[in-house]
Each structure stands twice: as C-alpha cells, then as structure tokens.
Nanobody, 125 residues
Framework: QVQLVESGGGLVQAGGSLRLSCAAS????????MAWFRQAPGKQREFVVA????????YYEDSVKGRFTISRDNAKNTVYLQMASLKPEDTAVYYC??????????????????WGQGTQVMVSS
C-alpha cells in the first residue's frame, strides 16, 4: 500500500511559479511511475506529466511543455512538480499518482493505483 501526500499549492499571479511536492510512504517507491494530474472545476481530470522509474524519462502534456518540470528523488520517496510561467488556465486541483505502468499509455488515469488527496493551485490574472 502506497500513501501519497501532496503539498505546495497556493495562490499565485499569472507568470509566477510554484513547486508542488508529493511524499510517498510505503515500499518500493522506485518501482512506480509517478504522475501529476489536475482537475479544474467542471472539467474532467487530465494528465499533466509523468516520470518513469528510470529518472530522465518524462512525458508532458503539450500545454505544459517548457513551463513545468517533473523530478523525483527516490532516496526521499518524493516527486516534485516545478511550475513556471503559470497561466490562469493552470488553475486546478493537482493530484499525485503512482502506478506500475508497463505501457506507454501514461496519460490514462486507470493505470495508476494510488492517488493523493490533491492540492489546490490558483493562478490569478
């Protein structure tokens, strides 16, 4: 069983930056693909970014490429999401997810077995 706890959300002006963290408890953190999803009010949950077990392989949703950076520290059982050049359309609850994903279908939330409670990010214009 893996438990995920996100932190770092908040209110920021457009163009600003935030760093989200997701701390995992439980065994074998390094075995999991870690991902961030987000859900805006009235919209479906959407994929943002994933990082493979092997550090360095990352997969970004097109709208965040060049602005968001995912990283993981397997020694600390933590994954990070550095967000820069934030836009009002980035406003959402951001969720951390963990899964033993053995396909390239990283965007599909059904591949992730464990989810955090979410952290709110609000970007004002």
């Amino acid at each position: 069983q893996v438990q995920l706890v996100e932190s770092g959300g908040g209110l920021v002006q457009a163009g600003g930056s935030l760093r989200l963290s997701c701390a995992a408890s439980g065994p074998n953190f390094s075995d999991y693909v870690m991902a961030w999803f987000r859900q805006a009010p009235g919209k479906q949950r959407e994929f943002v970014v994933a990082i493979h077990r092997n550090v360095g392989r990352t997969y970004y949703e097109d709208s965040v490429k060049g602005r968001f950076t995912i990283s993981r520290d397997n020694a600390k059982n933590t994954v990070y999401l550095q967000m820069a050049s934030l836009k009002p359309e980035d406003t959402a609850v951001y969720y951390c997810a963990a899964g033993l994903v053995y396909t390239n279908d990283f965007e599909n939330p059904f591949h992730y077995d464990y989810w955090g409670q979410g952290t709110q990010v609000m970007v004002s214009s």
